[in-house]
Structures are given as C-alpha cells and as structure tokens.
C-alpha cells in the first residue's frame, strides 16, 4: 500500500528562525515529489515539485530536497515569516504506464506556526 | 487572472437532501478532480475527470456523483446515500501532464444540520 508519512504533526517556531519538515514515503512506482502550503480554509497551493532525478529545488525561501533512495524527502524554510503560518503537505505520485494513469498519495501535513 | 472557483464557501445539508457543490476554472486545463478534507487526514480522491463526458471514481465515491458537461465545469453532487458528508472538499484542476502540479480552489465546507 503506497503511504506518505510527514513528521512533525505541528511545530511552533519564532518568526526569523529556520525550520525543516520531513516526508518520508513508500510509493512506488515513483514519478514524482510534491509539496503544497495550505492557508486554514484555503485551498493547497503548490511550492515545488520534483522527479526522481532531481535532489533540491528552491522557490524563494522554501527549498524542498528529494533522496529517491532513502525515499525521504525534507522541505526547509529559511527566515521565517508570519505568513508561513500554514500546513504543508508532502504528495507522492506514481505513475503507471501503458494506461498513462498515475495515482496521488497524499501525506497528512505539517501545521506550522510562526509566532513573533 | 485564471483560477478555479467553488462555490458556496458554506453549505449545510439536511438530513435526505442532496446538495450539489460547484466548481469552475478558467485555466483551460482538461483534468479536473475532487478531494475530501477531514481534520487530521490526507486528501482523498472523490472522483476525477481527464476530458469532457468522461469521469472516472476516486476511492471514495460512494455517496457521491459528478458530471463533466463542459471543459470548465466539474459540479459534486453529495447524495442522501453519504451518511457522514461533513467536511472541506476541494476542486482541483490540472493539465494532461503527471509531472505538473494541480491547482486547487479554496474549498466548500459542508455541514450537516
């Protein structure tokens, strides 16, 4: 059974300082790594996504790292704002060929509190 | 500005009622899907839709029913047959392409009276 598991459940951090979220997966088999950030009563907006032969990627100050191998992923925010106040769900696809179909796992997110 | 739409915000249903969830984008995308939310849960799969008049169930659509009429509108009717239809479901939108993420809107909750 494909499984996504994030770790913490919730983190609380001082707006300013760095922090980093942890997926860990077992999809298979695997196309690609997403990570979303989702507003309380928001819809997910996506931040990054990775295939298998990608390590890192950036978009701005959240930088999502994949090791295909270990099959974890991490996802770091660096200096920290008010406004990373949100969940951030890690998503696992995989893809099926011949029926060129693919199937989302989606993880239960992290909710993240960035107090002043 | 291109985005997806749902609508209402809020909506509560009756005991026997159905109730019907819209959703409309205008990204030109030919995939659409919907998810349900519950508290401490990862999104689940409802149903999806890769092209119009096509649509295909999710792993949980029991108790619901969907349409594809046109490329830009996929509504979730939520039946009288879905005993336990409280919670935040969200419309997605995406194009034909694995490796390209999907676009959300922001979501109905629903809420039994």
């Known amino acids: 059974k494909n499984q996504v598991e994030q770790s913490p459940q919730s983190l609380i951090i001082l707006e300013g300082k760095n922090c980093t979220l942890q997926?860990?997966?077992?999809?298979?088999?695997?196309?690609?790594l997403r990570w979303y950030k989702q507003d309380t009563g928001r819809g997910p907006v996506s931040l990054t996504i990775m295939t298998f032969s990608e390590n890192t990627k950036s978009n701005g100050r959240y930088t999502a790292t994949l090791d295909a191998d270990t099959k974890q992923s991490s996802l770091h925010i660096t200096a920290s704002q008010l406004s990373d106040s949100a969940s951030y769900i890690c998503?696992?696809?995989?893809?099926?060929?011949?029926?060129?179909?693919?199937?989302?796992?989606f993880g239960k997110g992290t909710k993240l509190s960035v107090i002043p | 500005d291109g985005g997806i739409t749902q609508s209402p915000k809020y909506l509560f249903r009756k005991e026997g009622q159905n109730v019907t969830l819209s959703c409309e984008q205008n990204?030109?995308?030919?995939?659409m899907y919907w998810y349900r939310q519950d508290p401490g849960q990862g999104l689940r799969l409802i149903y999806y839709s890769q092209i119009v008049n096509d649509f295909q169930k999710g792993d949980i659509a029991e108790g619901y029913s969907v349409s594809r009429e046109k490329k830009e509108s996929f509504p979730l009717t939520v039946t009288s047959a879905q005993k336990n239809p409280t919670a935040f479901y969200l419309c997605?939108?995406?194009?034909?392409?694995?490796?390209?993420?999907?676009?959300f809107g922001d979501g109905t909750r629903l809420s039994i009276l």
């Open positions: 990204l030109n995308h030919d995939a």
């Open positions: 998503v696992v696809s995989a893809s099926y060929s011949g029926a060129g179909s693919y199937q989302l796992t």
């Open positions: 997605a939108s995406s194009i034909r392409d694995h490796n390209q993420p999907q676009h």
């Open positions: 997926c860990n997966y077992t999809v298979s088999p695997f196309s690609n």
